[in-house]
Nanobody, 126 residues
């Protein structure tokens, strides 16, 4: 059984930084592309960043590009999302996701994600 668990959420002031972490068990962590989703209040969940299994390719949506950095440590089975210069509009529940089916992709929205965690809340105060 695949289990995905996020951590690191909390309250942060605008302009501040936060790092989210994600672990996934029940699968070969280093064989799967992964991503981060965000669901803001009243909005649909959207993918905001993704990374290949080997970490050499990453993708970001425009709203977070240049501020967020996705990375992974396959030796420790951990996925990270470093968030800098946070804005109130970055508030929401952040989910870690694991690619469901293998395949190449050009942008994060092309990836078929198969498993998600329960999410971790990030609130950015103005």
């Amino acid at each position: 059984q695949v289990q995905v668990v996020e951590s690191g959420g909390g309250l942060v002031e605008a302009g501040g930084s936060r790092t989210l972490s994600c672990t996934a068990s029940g699968l070969r962590f280093d064989r799967f592309d992964m991503g981060w989703f965000r669901q803001a209040p009243g909005k649909e969940r959207e993918v905001i960043s993704c990374i290949t299994w080997h970490g050499e390719k990453t993708g970001y949506v425009d709203s977070v590009a240049g501020r967020f950095t996705i990375s992974r440590d396959n030796a420790k089975n951990i996925l990270f999302l470093q968030m800098n210069n946070l804005k109130p509009e970055d508030s929401g529940v952040y989910y870690c996701a694991v690619q469901g089916n293998s395949g190449t992709w050009d942008k994060c929205q092309d990836i078929n994600f198969g498993w998600w965690g329960q999410g971790t809340q990030v609130t950015v105060s103005s």
